[in-house]
């Protein structure tokens, strides 16, 4: 069984990480870590150290609803999870990461008319 990091805890929610396989389990966001624990093997986590968090990036669809946020380490890749409520956790997180870390993931449209963009502007010198 893995030691939380933390000592205390500021939100703990039902999750779902996107790594491999989906997983499910419990995210909790305190004062040391973002951890994740998946509900069936304990042996199973993720702990995100605060001073190891690059930034977090997260996909807001119409209507200001969040679908998922990914968090992007300095060392070790990004972890993509998805909460109960998304809103709460990246509020939950906004105390330990700078607000200009909190960014928003590009759209689908945005990635189409940037590679739009780019071949339109390939041949030109």
Known sequence: ???????????????????????????????A????????NPEDYIQIPWDQVDYVAAEVLPGKKIARF???????GH???STRDNKAALRAMRAYVPED??????????VMKAGAKSLLHLGRK
């Open 79 to 81: 972890f993509s999870f």
């Open 33 to 40: 870590a973002f951890e994740f624990y998946n509900e069936r």
């Open 70 to 76: 990914a968090i992007f380490t300095k060392e070790n």
């Open 1 to 31: 069984m893995a030691q939380s990091q933390n000592s205390s805890v500021d939100l703990a929610i039902k999750a779902t990480s996107f790594q491999g396989l989906t997983t499910y389990g419990d995210v909790m966001v305190g004062n």
């Open 101 to 110: 870390r909190l960014q928003r993931s590009p759209s689908f449209a945005d």
